[in-house]
């Protein structure tokens, strides 16, 4: 599967209709998921719980489907948020990562 497929075939669950409504609910949405997935980890590292990896999987799915309805709240598409990121990242780190420049890049 693309981003492409994927952004449609989630777009199926919906319940959102206008752009506005797609953006607040994947902005939202995208927040609320992300601290069940940190949950996880806070738990693993804090309370003794296993890391429960399938459980994070599926977090993580959700925290994709948020994306992808923000991406279409913006009139844009997964896969331009992520072609515009690795063009970032490859300006920011033209040979791969590095912690100098990480400490002291540039902001933008």
């Known amino acids: 599967m693309n981003f492409k497929e994927y952004q449609k075939l989630a777009q199926r669950t919906s319940n959102t209709k206008h752009r506005e409504d797609k953006l607040a609910n ?5 927040n609320g998921e992300a601290g069940e997935a940190i949950d996880i980890l806070k738990k693993y590292y804090y309370q003794g719980h296993e890391l429960d990896k399938d459980k994070l999987r599926n977090e993580l799915g959700d925290v994709l ?3 992808a309805e923000t991406c279409v709240g ?7 948020i992520a072609k515009g990121n690795i063009d970032k990242l490859k300006k920011r780190y033209p040979e791969g990562f590095e912690a100098d420049k990480s400490i002291h890049r540039k902001s933008n």
């Open 26 to 30: 994947g902005l939202m949405g995208l």
């Open 65 to 67: 489907w948020y994306i």
């Open 74 to 80: 913006l009139g844009t598409t997964l896969e331009d």
